[in-house]
């Protein structure tokens, strides 16, 4: 019998292209996209929708039912600039969404949920080159906080309740098919477009800012690939470090103007500047090479041309 699949957050950045994976994966019938507002037209058009406030247990109970979902991705959540704008706002979707896909699981009305976690889990305490697996953490954002608190729940569910639920830390994502939402890696897509548009970019953070970042066809990869994993293979309940490729704003417009060499940049940081610095530089993650062989694919050379290329063929 095949499994239903409900994504939450499907409009986002990541929800879109998670949903356009699974569906080509799974049968479009078979993955089920929500949100709490409408999407693109080809995302609407190419399955199953629904209109989805997760916060509302008893509406996403009831969605559960219909659907008989068995596997729940939670995308939706407020991200590192915007939740510093609305802290309680943040907390209350980011947790409460949480716990009403736990406790669903909990009860054995769903089989398996997959919950990002992010680089914002870790603070200015962190070492910041190589960051292991498990270290001090202590974030200073209302986005970590909120990921590090989740962190928690996820393993004391699965140790108190055997929910299995899987996680991965993800760094700053670049994809060129959905603009991001509000984090403060979200220059590393900005920078593409302006490249494309105007050959200039105003970065809001500066030029030596080092931070992990990974292509989005990777993290849509390693998002499948611990989820499919055998169960006994899993065993970070909290979150696995996820990594890629670090690079500083200097460093990616250097790769734009070996292709677009009339590209000029400029530094003007601003909030997004503190954010960034209390966050590690490089990611040290050989647990999930161990436990589940995950190896990125994209550097940046390979990313600065799969951006540039798509974006220009979208413009065409």
């Not at 055997?162 to 993800?170: A, E, K, P, T």
């Not at 603009?179 to 920078?191: C, L, Q």
């Not at 080092?210 to 990777?218: A, C, H, I, N, V």
């Not at 209390?278 to 436990?291: E, L, N, T, V």
């Amino acid at each position: 019998m095949s499994k239903y699949i409900l994504i939450i957050g499907a409009c986002g950045q990541i929800g879109t292209e998670l949903t356009y994976t699974l569906r080509e994966k799974h049968g479009c019938e078979h993955v089920i996209a929500s949100d709490i507002r409408e999407g693109n037209d080809e995302l609407m058009q190419s399955g199953p929708f629904e209109i989805l406030d997760a916060t509302n247990y008893d509406a996403l109970e009831e969605v559960i039912a219909y659907y008989e979902i068995s596997e729940v991705y939670l995308m939706a959540a407020m991200l590192s600039a915007t939740a510093e704008k609305f802290p309680m706002r943040a907390w209350n979707l980011n947790m409460n969404t949480l716990f009403n896909v736990l406790n669903l699981a909990k009860d054995k009305k769903i089989d398996k949920i997959f919950w990002p976690s992010s680089i914002a889990v870790f603070g200015p305490n962190t070492p910041k080159n190589d960051t292991p697996q498990n270290t001090i953490m202590e974030p200073s954002t209302v986005y970590g906080i909120s990921k590090q608190s989740g962190e928690r729940w996820c393993e004391y569910y699965f140790n108190k309740f055997n929910v299995d639920v899987r996680s991965i830390r993800y760094p700053g994502l670049i994809s060129w098919k959905t603009m991001p939402g509000g984090g403060t890696t979200d220059y590393a897509v900005e920078i593409y477009h302006k490249a494309l548009t105007e050959k200039s970019y105003t970065c809001f953070l500066e030029e030596d800012t080092k931070l992990p970042m990974m292509f989005m066809d990777d993290a849509i990869r390693a998002t499948l690939q611990v989820m499919e994993a055998p169960s006994e293979h899993i065993k970070e309940r909290s979150a696995y470090n996820l990594a890629a490729m670090s690079f500083t704003p200097k460093e990616m417009a250097e790769s734009i103007k070996a292709v677009i060499p009339e590209f000029k940049i400029a530094y003007e940081p601003d909030f997004r500047q503190e954010i960034a610095n209390s966050w590690p530089s490089s990611i040290d993650d050989s647990k999930a090479q161990q436990d589940w062989n995950w190896q990125a694919e994209f550097d940046l050379e390979k990313t600065t041309k799969a951006m540039l290329e798509n974006l220009d063929n979208m413009d065409k």
